[in-house]
């Protein structure tokens, strides 16, 4: 499983060789959500990963996106003295992101070893909804789709029906990635709500 590279805002003090949260396996954070002690999972992916699947009750403070990791921490702050997992695709992220809470002065530091995908391997559709995005072709993974239990947690942004068939913003000025479901990618609409749009080409004779 290949996860995102870490931005490159990281501050170069940080090493997480020397210094990161406590791995967990799958089988411990499973034990943890459904356990008495109270913890918060924070996602570490950006958030059209998150969008698409994520743990539930789980927060998205989109630390990695930021060129400001610090003010970013600032969402989460209130959570310095509490137990913290971190969450990320394949683990990679978290050693990186783990880190640099502690970093910041966070005391109970967790994260899942292996990332989502091993979780989801193990409690397929259990704790974690949705799909997991992926950064090759097949943009998002699911595990069991035809069960009962598998959920589809995004909704087309034109007509809200239950999507996540992810598109890429066809104005050539975006590309970002939208939730647009068959009909409607059928119909036409390929872009944001935000004013994109599908220039046409000029004509060339
Ligand atoms: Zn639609
Ligand atoms: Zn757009």
């Known amino acids: 499983m290949r996860d995102e590279i870490v931005g490159t805002h990281f501050p170069a003090e940080i090493d997480p060789t020397l210094k990161t949260g406590t791995y967990i396996s799958a089988e411990q954070m499973h034990n ?18 998150f969008n698409i699947g994520r743990f539930e009750n789980s927060i998205l403070p989109s630390l990695e996106n930021s060129r400001d990791l610090a003010k970013s921490v600032e969402e989460i702050t209130h959570l310095k003295n509490e137990k913290v997992v971190t ?7 978290c050693e990186k992101m783990s880190a640099y809470l502690l970093h910041k002065g966070f005391k109970n530091v967790s994260q899942l070893s292996g990332g989502i995908v091993t979780y989801m391997e193990k409690y397929p559709n259990k704790d974690f909804k949705g799909k997991l995005y992926v950064f090759d072709n097949r943009i998002a993974m699911g595990f069991e789709t035809d069960s009962p239990d598998h959920e589809i947690i995004a909704n087309c942004q034109f007509c809200c029906v239950k999507s996540d068939n992810y598109i890429n913003c066809t104005d050539p000025k975006c590309h970002k990635q939208i939730f647009s479901c068959t009909d409607c990618v059928a119909a036409g609409k390929t872009t944001c709500l935000n004013g994109c749009v599908i220039t046409e080409k000029a004509h060339n004779h």
Do not use: S
Not at 32 to 49: A, C, F, S, V, W
Not at 87 to 93: A, L, S
């Open 32 to 49: 943890l959500i459904h356990g008495d002690e109270k913890i918060h999972i924070i996602d570490m992916r950006n958030d059209y990963e």
């Open 87 to 93: 969450v990320c695709t394949g683990g990679v992220r």
